[in-house]
């Protein structure tokens, strides 16, 4: 409630307590902490963000929650552990991705910032005001050249820190060290977060996907060097997201040694620790996928809305470093899309009918969803006459989750737990209703496209990994075809698809096109020089890619079809200002 001096206090749930004072930076616009903030200095780098450019160092930093990528958690703990780290956290509602980042900085180095969250009403109160301090779960925000005062009676909260957790006799052997010491470590911080998500109890998990494999800096490296030196082993089988290079070539790609080093050594840490070298973003493609209603715990966002959404597996959108622990201890938190009643549908959002679409339809249908969705659950309806293939189901889902906090969609007569309205819903017929035309997605095409230049440098394909089917269709768009020799095209795929693609023959065809094959990597850790100095401006398929790019690369890009990429590494020159049916 506001004072005489103009000044408010809120009341709010502290996800990890603490004191600070700073400059508030505010945005109701989420924000992924991997690829929308630099590591080494603070500094906001996604330029589709209001936050642009803008430094967060000893500011209290005030946004709805994350979004994107779950290694968020490995930026922000580089950022505790080097000092540019934000004064404070506050979110308007509950944040994990994060969140963990602080819980590691504080149980494993003993450094930490307050983390608070305070409900929608309050958040939004703080738009109005430049200055703040936060005291365990009490904000104060006031005005500059106002006094600070007293203020009056705190605003009441509308969220609560009640803990609920039940821990069964083998959770508390595994938290005490009865079962090693590498395993109460991992414990502790899956009981913390665990509180955090307001979980009952945990579940038995039986398989992971771990994304803390990315190299996001020395922090990173050090916690998986601290774990392998004790010992820790995972005790589910475990597969390994994209890793920052590729492991067998960087040499002769021209990386740098020190960082492929040390990159090499974090992927070689968690391989120690029984995890697979599969070093893939789509493990969904692989044969060890989960099945429906396997519950799992899986990083990397485009995956987890995958496992989700199209193969019905069941769970959270887990970020860095918790993915670990909970393979660690095979156990997870009992809450948000572990639970059945938690995956429906708390949104309808019905898409006009296109004609004729190519397959830019799907990444720019998947990122303007997600972007109205915000943190909620979708059901899109009006696309289930289209055909839609593995591959669309695939660049939807990592569009939408490049700009959406939400763990998952259902598409109405599509994915498996969508078939009526009904079903995804669970017969709630009142849901807000957004209908999605092609205005919308020519804006989102004009957004992803951020150059206007006639020349292309660099073809980028592969973001998330390209799949066998993938490649045969570039292949039949490149059979017949001459590359402009100036321009590279490169592709990014797990070793199983490049051996699959090698045993069919479709590897070699398009190597002698002109395409080069990376593994291991993907396009959001690739720099200098395989994207070479003077490349300027990048054609890619991919909305992820076209969104998190400019930030990373420093580069212009230009967003299309396959079929335009293809055209474009033959000619040199960017595609059309829009495709005919976004022309309607």
Known sequence: MGGADGAIEISGRALVSGQASGEIVFSDIPLSFWGGVESTTGRVIDQH?????????????????????????????????????????????????????????EEIYGKSIPVICVGSQNFHQMAKFTQA????????????????????????????????????????????????????VAMKIVCRMAE????????????????????????????????????????????????????????????????????????????????????????????????????????????????????GARTMKYPDYLDICIAICGRAPNVGCHVKDNRTANLIIDVEKFHQVDDAFFPLLGYQAGRVSGGKIPLITGIEANEIAVDDLKAFGAAFATVSGAPMFHILGVTPEANTVEEATGGNVDLEVIEIGVLDLRSIWRELNTDDAEKIDLVSLGNPHFSLSE???????????????????????????????????????????????????????IAEPIIPVDARTLMTNSAKYAHYGPGLTGRKFRFGSLTACVEAACNGMSPAKFPEWLMQ
């Open 49 to 105: 963000h209001p936050l642009s450019g803008q430094a967060l160092a000893g500011k209290i930093l005030a946004i709805p929650g994350s979004r994107g990528s779950s290694s968020g958690s490995g930026i922000i703990l580089e950022l505790i552990l080097n000092g540019c780290n934000p004064a404070a956290l506050v979110f308007e509602r509950e944040e994990e991705i994060i969140s963990v980042g602080v819980v590691v900085a």
């Open 133 to 184: 301090t936060v005291s365990g779960g009490i904000l104060r925000c006031w005005r500059d050249g106002e006094q600070a005062g007293q203020g009056s009676e705190p605003s009441p909260p509308d969220v609560y820190n009640d803990s609920r957790l039940h821990l069964e006799q083998n959770d508390l052997a595994l938290l005490d060290g009865s079962k090693g010491a590498p395993r109460a």
């Open 196 to 311: 955090m998500y307001g979980a009952n109890k945990l579940i038995d998990v039986t398989r992971a996907h771990i994304d803390s494999c990315v190299y996001t800096g020395p922090a990173g490296l050090d916690f998986a060097l601290r774990l392998k030196k004790m010992g820790a082993k995972v005790c589910v089988p475990t597969t390994l997201n994209a890793i920052s290079i590729d492991r067998r070539r960087w040499r002769e790609q021209g990386v740098d040694p020190g960082f492929s080093t040390s990159a090499g050594e974090l992927a070689d840490a968690y391989v120690d620790m029984g995890c697979s070298p599969t070093f893939t973003c789509a493990p969904y493609l692989l044969e060890t996928r989960p099945t429906k209603e396997e519950q799992v715990v899986w990083a990397e966002s485009n995956a987890v809305v995958f496992a989700n959404s199209v193969l």
């Open 471 to 525: 490649m045969t269709r570039l292949n039949d768009l490149c059979r017949g075809k001459t590359k402009e020799g100036r321009v590279s095209i490169i592709v990014t795929c797990s070793r199983t698809t490049l051996e699959a693609g090698q045993e069919t023959g479709v590897v070699w065809e398009l190597e002698k096109f002109g395409v080069e094959f990376i593994t291991d990597t993907c396009w959001c850790m």
